[in-house]
């Protein structure tokens, strides 16, 4: 799976979390998913849960510090697939 | 020099109405919520009524967000998000702004018993298969005692003390006296208080194994023998919420707020589980002493009290309560107030129940009418020995009150008893 294929399922799992007043436009693959998206921080482990389903993975307690934006993400996938 | 203290909104999630219009309806016309429960019959219930207030995915998200209501599983916090929203926007207040300060004057006691229990079932099968991990960020919120208060805290901005009591069936009327107090001392200006209650064969199972409900009337929801009859024989469990948005008088009357009541006072005690009191029953000295202190708190004799929002539950208990208010208000037969129960339309909604049937005794004063005392035909003999059957109307009575007492008691020996006033 190329990054342009997990780009797209991901981006809606993490409009799901995105505040009110965020607005979907605003996800890009640099964006930082809790300081630019502003993305509670509590969310980012339901993120995770989600990305877990849809790629039939499982994320261990150190993938997790290292997610900061959707290129974090899209790697973190990208290794666990390979893997 | 205390504050005086009025009701300035109302909000409530019955299971014979959600929301005050629909609710006022209902009670006077002596709708019922109790229904019988197939889910309870599949699970040997003994009782297998239930009283449940009915809400639409669609009422669901206008007072939350679909993020929110994402792995949504707490009924007890969405009544009382649902209750104690109405309440605030009956009162006409407004929340603060995202990008604005707290509502610095703005406080919330918010009651229950348990929380989150179905969210709290979930959770325990996920852990128990080793998947911890997988509970997501939202099992704290939905099963803390405090998650009712806590998500109202953020809907609305508030920036006072934000807190849930628990005292059983108390926890309604002790809320409202614990923000009474608080705007009385002018720690707040405003307290949106009130209580809820999950709903469910979690919360109702312990109730069903101590035979407290009934199992009669599975067949005939609609006949369940009422409260303070003598076929009394147990109670139905219910569920929902009821909220009340607390205000200094002198403020509502600054911006022209629609009071519906004066807190004149109250009282809240405990049995110690002496003199008859236990973890399950209750110490009559208590109970009398407790109605006495609120009269005395209230500053008004028993003279003046023209109705009473009884607890009465519809179990055998029921003539002990009448006792203790002819003891405390030395008042019988006719010279008795008028009397009744909520609990013959919406069941026990345990802790939920003190805050709904005070949003009913609070709609009565303002309106001006008694609701019906349903299925109560036979009136217990013990009953009618200490006040006349003229003080419990069976029929919707219009009739100007002018100050009321409700009292809850509950489990734990605790009582709470509030007065208030039409003005």
């Given at each position: 799976?190329?990054?342009?294929?997990?780009?797209?399922?991901?981006?809606?799992?993490?409009?799901?979390?995105?505040?009110?007043?965020v607005?979907?436009?605003?996800?890009?693959?640099?964006?930082?998913?809790?300081?630019?998206?502003?993305?509670n921080?509590?969310?980012?482990?339901?993120?995770?849960?989600?990305?877990?389903?849809?790629?039939?993975?499982?994320?261990?307690?150190?993938?997790m510090?290292?997610?900061?934006?959707?290129?974090d993400?899209?790697?973190?996938i990208?290794?666990?697939?390979?893997? | 020099?205390?504050?005086?203290?009025?009701?300035t909104?109302?909000?409530?999630?019955?299971?014979?109405?959600?929301?005050?219009?629909?609710?006022?309806?209902?009670?006077?016309n002596?709708?019922?919520?109790?229904?019988?429960?197939?889910?309870?019959?599949?699970?040997?219930?003994?009782?297998?009524?239930?009283?449940m207030p009915?809400?639409?995915?669609?009422?669901k998200?206008?007072?939350?967000?679909?993020?929110?209501?994402?792995?949504?599983?707490?009924?007890g916090?969405?009544?009382?998000?649902?209750?104690?929203?109405?309440?605030?926007?009956?009162?006409?207040?407004?929340?603060?702004?995202?990008?604005?300060?707290?509502?610095?004057?703005?406080g919330?006691?918010?009651?229950?018993?348990?929380?989150?229990?179905?969210?709290?079932?979930?959770?325990?099968?996920?852990?128990?298969?080793?998947?911890?991990?997988?509970?997501?960020?939202?099992?704290?919120?939905?099963?803390?005692?405090?998650?009712?208060?806590?998500?109202?805290?953020?809907?609305?901005?508030?920036?006072?003390?934000?807190?849930?009591?628990?005292?059983?069936?108390?926890?309604?009327?002790e809320?409202?006296?614990?923000g009474?107090?608080?705007?009385?001392?002018?720690?707040?200006?405003?307290?949106?208080?009130?209580?809820?209650?999950?709903?469910?064969?979690?919360?109702?199972?312990?109730?069903?194994?101590?035979?407290?409900?009934?199992?009669?009337?599975?067949?005939?929801?609609?006949?369940?023998?009422?409260?303070?009859?003598?076929?009394?024989?147990?109670?139905?469990?219910?569920?929902?919420?009821?909220?009340?948005?607390?205000?200094?008088?002198?403020?509502?009357?600054?911006?022209?707020?629609?009071?519906?009541?004066e807190?004149?006072?109250?009282?809240v005690?405990n049995?110690?589980?002496?003199?008859?009191?236990?973890?399950?029953?209750?110490?009559?000295?208590?109970?009398?002493?407790?109605?006495?202190?609120?009269?005395?708190?209230?500053?008004?004799?028993?003279?003046?009290?023209?109705?009473?929002?009884?607890?009465?539950?519809?179990?055998?208990?029921?003539?002990?309560?009448?006792?203790?208010?002819?003891?405390?208000?030395?008042?019988?037969?006719?010279?008795?107030?008028?009397?009744?129960?909520?609990?013959?339309?919406?069941?026990?909604?345990?802790?939920?129940?003190?805050s709904?049937?005070?949003?009913?005794?609070?709609?009565?004063?303002?309106?001006g009418?008694?609701?019906?005392?349903?299925?109560?035909?036979?009136?217990?003999?013990?009953?009618?020995?200490i006040?006349?059957?003229?003080?419990?109307?069976?029929?919707?009575?219009?009739?100007?009150?002018?100050?009321?007492?409700?009292?809850?008691?509950?489990?734990?020996?605790?009582?709470?008893?509030?007065?208030f006033?039409?003005?």
């Amino acid at each position: 799976m190329n990054s342009e294929e997990i780009y797209r399922l991901l981006e809606p799992i993490i409009k799901t979390y995105l505040p009110e007043d965020v607005s979907a436009k605003e996800i890009n693959r640099d964006s930082d998913l809790t300081r630019e998206l502003n993305i509670n921080s509590a969310h980012l482990v339901d993120i995770i849960l989600d990305i877990e389903d849809e790629f039939n993975i499982e994320f261990k307690n150190e993938d997790m510090e290292s997610l900061r934006n959707v290129n974090d993400a899209i790697s973190l996938i990208q290794q666990k697939i390979s893997a | 020099m205390k504050k005086r203290v009025v009701i300035t909104g109302l909000g409530v999630v019955s299971p014979n109405g959600v929301g005050i219009p629909k609710f006022t309806e209902a009670i006077k016309n002596g709708v019922s919520g109790i229904r019988f429960l197939p889910e309870l019959r599949d699970l040997n219930f003994s009782c297998q009524l239930g009283a449940m207030p009915i809400i639409s995915e669609e009422k669901k998200r206008e007072y939350l967000s679909e993020l929110q209501l994402r792995n949504f599983n707490s009924s007890g916090i969405l009544y009382g998000i649902i209750a104690g929203m109405d309440a605030f926007k009956d009162a006409k207040l407004e929340p603060a702004k995202n990008d604005e300060e707290p509502l610095w004057d703005l406080g919330i006691i918010f009651g229950s018993g348990t929380s989150g229990v179905e969210k709290f079932r979930e959770a325990i099968y996920k852990i128990d298969d080793k998947n911890v991990r997988r509970l997501g960020s939202n099992s704290v919120a939905q099963t803390m005692t405090s998650g009712v208060s806590a998500y109202l805290g953020g809907l609305i901005g508030a920036g006072n003390m934000v807190t849930a009591n628990s005292s059983a069936c108390a926890t309604g009327a002790e809320a409202l006296l614990m923000g009474y107090e608080h705007i009385a001392d002018g720690k707040a200006t405003y307290m949106l208080c009130g209580s809820t209650s999950d709903q469910g064969p979690y919360i109702w199972g312990g109730f069903d194994a101590m035979k407290v409900t009934t199992y009669k009337y599975n067949d005939s929801p609609e006949k369940v023998a009422g409260p303070m009859s003598a076929d009394a024989s147990g109670f139905v469990p219910g569920s929902g919420a009821g909220a009340y948005l607390l205000e200094s008088l002198e403020n509502a009357q600054k911006r022209g707020a629609t009071i519906y009541a004066e807190i004149l006072g109250g009282s809240v005690n405990n049995g110690g589980q002496r003199g008859g009191g236990s973890m399950t029953a209750p110490n009559s000295i208590a109970i009398q002493k407790c109605i006495k202190d609120a009269l005395k708190d209230a500053n008004i004799y028993a003279s003046e009290i023209d109705y009473i929002n009884g607890h009465l539950t519809a179990t055998i208990k029921d003539p002990d309560e009448i006792e203790n208010w002819s003891i405390a208000l030395d008042r019988k037969g006719n010279d008795f107030p008028y009397i009744n129960s909520l609990k013959g339309m919406v069941g026990h909604c345990l802790a939920a129940s003190g805050s709904i049937e005070i949003v009913s005794a609070i709609l009565q004063l303002h309106e001006g009418f008694i609701f019906p005392n349903v299925n109560c035909e036979n009136l217990h003999p013990k009953i009618d020995e200490i006040i006349s059957q003229e003080r419990i109307s069976m029929k919707l009575l219009k009739t100007s009150l002018h100050t009321i007492a409700k009292a809850s008691f509950g489990f734990g020996d605790v009582n709470a008893c509030a007065i208030f006033k039409k003005i």
